[in-house]
């Protein structure tokens, strides 16, 4: 895969079905259209942590980046096993959660086919995740074709928003702040924090072409480029249309929408329209939540092939290409996971990724810089180091401190249980801290 072809493969997985979702739950978090500070604010987090990761992928361009950041940075006899670990970890809450959250919205946009209730809502997601079960089970040769046509659908879906709001603009709505919207009070950071954790949410994925460095052409120069560029198109895109839809609808009332994509166009082109797009965003939410199930259920798999994770998830279907326990456990708990709010999944999401991922990669890329100051001209280095990193850093800080106690706490606990099945396999094997001297 050369430079054009990372950057499509990241552009493809950052663009998924959040900003059709997520507007209305940005509007709530501010009170208002100040809640486009938290886009820029999550477009300079996400450029300052793509930095971090494009060095880190420069240094270590192979398949699966994350797990090797972790475990060269921090010592692959010392703490990094553990770290590495939690890596892989977390990716049995992440992974339930991004799927279920394409599912949710799914069933969110299905409601303007036919009115639902909040259970009806929440058995429709569950019956999406478990329908992708049974189809990756038994075949999963059309997963290029599928992705190719969902990416096709969420772009023309995503240009026709833009369209249709900068053609029906209105400056009064886009700008109508209520009072005291900038005053700098608690509740206004909170909110700030909130609303940037919600745009993170919908940047997220720019590090996908990492987890890709063994297929990628010259990855030491590829990797930090189509890093850069893609956040860059994503960023414009989705400035963009939350400008366009905020400029057409008055916030005060798509507060509490579900589908405020279908609002925009019944508002400019009428119910035609309004169906039209809803079934286009039906079609990206599953092709979404299908492709995260597909990815997702190989990293356990492959964590237990390499002895990082219980043996059970290495086990095969019958014919010996499916992952068939690891394929089942994350399918079944992104299930569960759809009859959780939208707002509570995306926090959930940000927060566990933060705590058990993201931090760390901010210190490690500090660590292995300082470690090894020589300069390799094959390497990308990230300009004006260390600064990119430590404001990543303090965005990931900020974000989580003003995120809801509950979503931290249930990050910490899935930490500290990652911390003891760590402790188990690591004595078991004799690794570090049990390594004999």
Known sequence: MGLWGAIAANVLNMVGVGPFLTIPLALAAMGGP???????????????????????????????????????????????????????????????????????????????????????????GMLLCLANIALLYRNIRSIGAISVVVTIVVIFTCLWICFAGLTHFHRTLAFDFPPGAFHLTRSFWLGLGSATLIAAYDYGGYGNVCLLGGEIRNPRHTIPRALIASIFIVAVLYLVMNLSIIGVLPWRSELRSGAVVADLMIAVYGPWAQKVVSALILVASW???????????????????????????????????????????????????????????????????????????????????????????????????????????????????????????????????????????????????????
Not at 74 to 94: I, K, M, N, T, Y
Not at 104 to 116: E, S
Not at 309 to 329: E, Y
Request: charged share 10%; with cysteine.
């Open 287 to 437: 092709g979404s939540a299908y492709a995260i199930l597909l990815g997702y259920s190989r990293i356990p798999y492959a964590a237990a092939v390499d002895g990082a994770f219980p043996a059970v998830f290495a086990r095969l279907s019958r014919h010996g290409s499916v992952p068939v326990v690891s394929l089942v456990v994350i399918g079944i708990a992104s299930a569960v996971l759809c009859f959780v709010s939208l707002d509570a999944l995306i926090a959930s999401l940000i927060i566990v990724q933060t705590l058990l991922q993201f931090i760390a990669q901010c210190v490690a890329v500090i660590v292995l810089r300082l470690r090894d100051s020589s300069s390799r001209p094959e390497l990308f280095r990230m300009p004006l180091f260390p600064l990119p990193a430590l404001i990543a850093l303090l965005g990931w800080v900020y974000i989580s401190a003003t995120s809801n106690l509950r979503y931290l706490a249930s990050a910490a606990l899935l930490a500290i249980a990652g911390v003891v099945v760590y402790l188990l396999q690591a004595n078991r094997k004799r690794e570090w801290p049990f390594r004999h001297a």
């Open 34 to 124: 100040q809640a486009m500070l938290g886009w820029i604010l999550g477009a300079l987090l996400a450029l300052c942590d793509g930095l971090v990761w494009a060095e880190l992928g420069s240094r270590f361009p192979d398949s699966g980046g994350p797990y090797y950041f972790l475990l060269h940075a921090f010592g692959e006899h010392g703490p990094g096993r553990l770290l590495a670990f939690l890596f892989l970890w977390q990716s049995l809450l992440a992974g339930p959660i991004s799927i279920a959250s394409g599912a949710v919205g799914f069933a969110q946009y299905a409601t303007v086919f036919h009115t639902l209730t909040h259970t009806q809502l929440g058995t429709i």
